[in-house]
Protein backbone atom coordinates (compact mmCIF):
# COMPACT_ATOMS: atom_id res chain seq x y z
CA UNK A 1 0.00 0.00 0.00
CA UNK A 2 1.34 3.96 -0.91
CA UNK A 3 2.69 5.55 2.03
CA UNK A 4 4.00 8.48 2.73
CA UNK A 5 6.66 8.69 5.63
CA UNK A 6 8.23 12.03 6.70
CA UNK A 7 10.85 12.65 9.40
CA UNK A 8 10.06 13.91 13.44
CA UNK A 9 9.48 16.60 14.61
CA UNK A 10 12.13 19.70 14.98
CA UNK A 11 12.72 22.71 16.97
CA UNK A 12 14.70 25.56 15.63
CA UNK A 13 16.00 28.75 17.36
CA UNK A 14 14.66 32.11 14.10
CA UNK A 15 17.37 31.94 11.71
CA UNK A 16 17.68 28.63 11.37
CA UNK A 17 17.19 26.30 8.59
CA UNK A 18 14.99 22.99 8.81
CA UNK A 19 15.44 19.88 6.48
CA UNK A 20 12.29 18.23 6.54
CA UNK A 21 12.17 14.20 4.79
CA UNK A 22 9.83 12.57 3.08
CA UNK A 23 10.13 8.58 1.73
CA UNK A 24 7.40 6.96 -0.22
CA UNK A 25 6.56 3.30 -0.87
CA UNK A 26 4.31 0.94 -2.32
CA UNK A 27 4.72 2.83 -5.86
CA UNK A 28 7.31 3.70 -8.44
CA UNK A 29 9.60 6.74 -6.55
CA UNK A 30 9.79 8.36 -9.55
CA UNK A 31 6.32 7.93 -11.16
CA UNK A 32 4.51 10.43 -9.07
CA UNK A 33 5.40 14.24 -7.87
CA UNK A 34 5.51 14.68 -4.68
CA UNK A 35 3.94 18.50 -3.06
CA UNK A 36 4.32 20.26 0.71
CA UNK A 37 1.84 21.83 1.97
CA UNK A 38 2.04 23.22 5.40
CA UNK A 39 -0.24 24.36 7.84
CA UNK A 40 0.22 26.46 10.87
CA UNK A 41 -1.57 26.07 14.24
CA UNK A 42 -5.44 26.73 14.01
CA UNK A 43 -4.65 27.98 10.50
CA UNK A 44 -5.67 26.86 6.88
CA UNK A 45 -3.45 25.18 4.44
CA UNK A 46 -0.97 26.80 2.22
CA UNK A 47 0.26 25.14 -0.66
CA UNK A 48 4.45 25.37 -1.31
CA UNK A 49 5.95 23.79 -3.74
CA UNK A 50 6.59 20.80 -5.73
CA UNK A 51 9.30 18.28 -7.29
CA UNK A 52 9.38 15.69 -10.21
CA UNK A 53 11.35 13.14 -8.45
CA UNK A 54 12.00 11.65 -11.95
CA UNK A 55 14.53 14.36 -13.06
CA UNK A 56 14.53 17.00 -10.50
CA UNK A 57 12.59 19.78 -11.73
CA UNK A 58 10.32 22.13 -9.25
CA UNK A 59 8.47 24.95 -8.93
CA UNK A 60 7.96 27.20 -5.63
CA UNK A 61 5.15 29.29 -4.36
CA UNK A 62 6.20 32.71 -4.79
CA UNK A 63 6.32 33.53 -1.03
CA UNK A 64 8.68 31.22 -0.54
CA UNK A 65 11.22 31.59 -3.46
CA UNK A 66 15.04 32.00 -2.14
CA UNK A 67 13.78 30.36 1.01
CA UNK A 68 12.96 26.83 0.34
CA UNK A 69 14.58 24.15 -1.77
CA UNK A 70 12.98 20.69 -2.72
CA UNK A 71 15.31 17.93 -3.66
CA UNK A 72 15.47 14.49 -4.17
CA UNK A 73 17.40 11.20 -2.94
CA UNK A 74 16.91 8.53 -6.32
CA UNK A 75 18.99 6.48 -4.49
CA UNK A 76 16.76 6.19 -1.33
CA UNK A 77 14.15 7.60 -2.71
CA UNK A 78 13.41 10.08 -0.72
CA UNK A 79 12.26 13.82 -1.14
CA UNK A 80 13.41 16.72 0.63
CA UNK A 81 12.02 19.86 1.80
CA UNK A 82 14.39 22.91 3.14
CA UNK A 83 13.54 25.97 4.42
CA UNK A 84 15.53 28.76 5.42
CA UNK A 85 15.87 31.52 7.29
CA UNK A 86 13.02 30.26 9.75
CA UNK A 87 10.68 32.66 11.51
CA UNK A 88 7.94 32.07 14.22
CA UNK A 89 5.66 32.36 11.76
CA UNK A 90 7.32 29.23 10.08
CA UNK A 91 5.79 27.60 12.84
CA UNK A 92 3.89 25.21 11.42
CA UNK A 93 3.05 21.21 10.40
CA UNK A 94 4.39 20.55 7.07
CA UNK A 95 2.99 17.70 4.62
CA UNK A 96 4.36 15.91 1.93
CA UNK A 97 1.69 14.97 -0.48
CA UNK A 98 1.34 12.80 -3.67
CA UNK A 99 -0.53 14.06 -6.59
CA UNK A 100 -3.31 11.65 -7.77
CA UNK A 101 -2.19 10.88 -11.39
CA UNK A 102 0.83 9.62 -12.60
CA UNK A 103 2.89 11.53 -14.42
CA UNK A 104 1.35 14.80 -13.53
CA UNK A 105 2.36 17.90 -11.76
CA UNK A 106 -0.96 19.27 -10.61
CA UNK A 107 -4.65 17.65 -10.44
CA UNK A 108 -4.25 16.91 -6.28
CA UNK A 109 -3.45 15.13 -3.61
CA UNK A 110 -4.38 11.39 -2.70
CA UNK A 111 -1.81 10.24 -0.54
CA UNK A 112 -0.26 12.37 2.27
CA UNK A 113 2.48 11.82 4.82
CA UNK A 114 1.82 11.86 8.89
CA UNK A 115 3.28 15.49 8.83
CA UNK A 116 5.91 17.25 10.41
CA UNK A 117 5.68 19.75 13.09
CA UNK A 118 8.29 22.46 13.17
CA UNK A 119 8.74 24.53 15.78
CA UNK A 120 10.24 27.94 15.49
CA UNK A 121 11.29 29.71 18.87
CA UNK A 122 13.71 31.67 20.66
CA UNK B 1 -1.56 34.19 -8.28
CA UNK B 2 -4.41 32.98 -8.64
CA UNK B 3 -6.99 33.79 -5.19
CA UNK B 4 -9.64 31.35 -4.00
CA UNK B 5 -12.37 33.05 -1.96
CA UNK B 6 -14.09 30.33 0.14
CA UNK B 7 -17.60 31.12 1.79
CA UNK B 8 -18.60 30.58 4.61
CA UNK B 9 -15.75 30.61 6.85
CA UNK B 10 -17.70 28.70 9.25
CA UNK B 11 -21.13 27.22 9.58
CA UNK B 12 -23.22 25.10 11.74
CA UNK B 13 -25.51 22.35 10.90
CA UNK B 14 -27.82 19.48 11.71
CA UNK B 15 -27.31 15.65 11.22
CA UNK B 16 -29.43 15.43 8.21
CA UNK B 17 -28.62 18.94 7.04
CA UNK B 18 -28.11 19.87 3.36
CA UNK B 19 -25.13 21.73 3.56
CA UNK B 20 -23.43 23.81 0.29
CA UNK B 21 -20.06 25.98 0.63
CA UNK B 22 -18.81 27.83 -2.31
CA UNK B 23 -15.42 28.63 -3.80
CA UNK B 24 -14.43 31.62 -5.82
CA UNK B 25 -11.07 31.71 -7.98
CA UNK B 26 -10.08 35.01 -8.75
CA UNK B 27 -9.87 34.18 -12.51
CA UNK B 28 -10.93 31.82 -15.01
CA UNK B 29 -9.65 28.02 -13.56
CA UNK B 30 -11.87 26.07 -15.94
CA UNK B 31 -12.74 22.99 -14.07
CA UNK B 32 -9.54 22.72 -12.33
CA UNK B 33 -10.40 22.82 -8.87
CA UNK B 34 -10.73 19.76 -5.87
CA UNK B 35 -12.40 19.78 -2.50
CA UNK B 36 -10.70 18.19 0.49
CA UNK B 37 -12.20 17.29 3.89
CA UNK B 38 -9.88 17.50 7.34
CA UNK B 39 -10.44 16.38 10.72
CA UNK B 40 -8.71 17.64 13.50
CA UNK B 41 -4.85 16.50 13.49
CA UNK B 42 -5.23 14.11 10.41
CA UNK B 43 -3.94 14.93 6.91
CA UNK B 44 -6.65 16.18 3.88
CA UNK B 45 -8.57 13.97 2.35
CA UNK B 46 -9.59 14.37 -1.16
CA UNK B 47 -13.15 14.22 -2.06
CA UNK B 48 -13.68 16.03 -5.32
CA UNK B 49 -11.10 16.34 -8.27
CA UNK B 50 -12.03 18.71 -10.99
CA UNK B 51 -14.73 20.25 -9.75
CA UNK B 52 -17.36 17.11 -10.00
CA UNK B 53 -15.47 13.94 -9.93
CA UNK B 54 -16.07 11.80 -6.63
CA UNK B 55 -13.09 10.10 -5.50
CA UNK B 56 -12.90 6.82 -5.48
CA UNK B 57 -14.89 5.17 -1.84
CA UNK B 58 -15.87 8.73 -1.28
CA UNK B 59 -19.72 8.51 -0.54
CA UNK B 60 -22.61 9.99 -2.65
CA UNK B 61 -23.99 12.21 -0.61
CA UNK B 62 -20.71 14.59 -1.40
CA UNK B 63 -20.85 15.95 -4.41
CA UNK B 64 -18.95 19.36 -6.57
CA UNK B 65 -20.04 21.78 -9.15
CA UNK B 66 -19.12 24.70 -11.35
CA UNK B 67 -16.92 25.75 -13.92
CA UNK B 68 -14.81 29.01 -14.44
CA UNK B 69 -14.59 31.13 -11.23
CA UNK B 70 -17.68 30.03 -9.59
CA UNK B 71 -17.71 26.30 -7.78
CA UNK B 72 -20.13 24.49 -5.33
CA UNK B 73 -19.24 22.22 -2.78
CA UNK B 74 -22.27 20.19 -1.59
CA UNK B 75 -23.00 17.63 1.16
CA UNK B 76 -26.96 16.29 0.62
CA UNK B 77 -27.45 15.06 3.95
CA UNK B 78 -24.89 15.28 6.91
CA UNK B 79 -23.69 12.21 8.62
CA UNK B 80 -21.99 12.80 12.25
CA UNK B 81 -18.71 11.92 10.75
CA UNK B 82 -18.52 14.66 8.21
CA UNK B 83 -18.37 17.48 10.79
CA UNK B 84 -14.75 18.91 9.80
CA UNK B 85 -12.87 21.68 7.54
CA UNK B 86 -13.38 21.38 4.04
CA UNK B 87 -11.06 22.86 1.39
CA UNK B 88 -10.97 23.66 -2.05
CA UNK B 89 -7.85 23.91 -4.12
CA UNK B 90 -7.02 25.40 -7.70
CA UNK B 91 -4.41 23.76 -9.51
CA UNK B 92 -4.66 25.96 -13.20
CA UNK B 93 -1.67 28.03 -12.08
CA UNK B 94 0.63 26.46 -9.61
CA UNK B 95 -1.50 25.55 -6.36
CA UNK B 96 -3.63 27.73 -4.12
CA UNK B 97 -6.23 26.49 -1.65
CA UNK B 98 -8.94 28.36 -0.25
CA UNK B 99 -9.31 29.27 3.47
CA UNK B 100 -11.61 26.75 5.08
CA UNK B 101 -14.96 26.04 6.03
CA UNK B 102 -15.18 25.15 9.40
CA UNK B 103 -18.33 22.63 10.08
CA UNK B 104 -19.72 22.61 13.09
CA UNK B 105 -22.58 20.53 15.28
CA UNK B 106 -25.78 23.26 15.61
Known amino acids: QVQLVQSGAEVKKPGASVKVSCKPSGYTFTSYFLHWVRQAPGQGLEWMGV????????SYAQRFQGRITLTRDTSTSIVYMELSSLRSEDTAVYYC???????????????WGQGTLVAVSS | DIQMTQSPSSLSASVGDRVTITCQAS??????LNWYQQKPGKAPKLLIY???NLETGVPSRFSGSGSGTDFTFTISSLQPEDFATYYCQQYDNLLTFGQGTKLEIK
Open chain 2, 50 to 52: DAS
Open chain 1, 51 to 58: INPRDGSR
Open chain 1, 97 to 111: ARTRVIFESRKGFDY
Open chain 2, 27 to 32: QDISNY
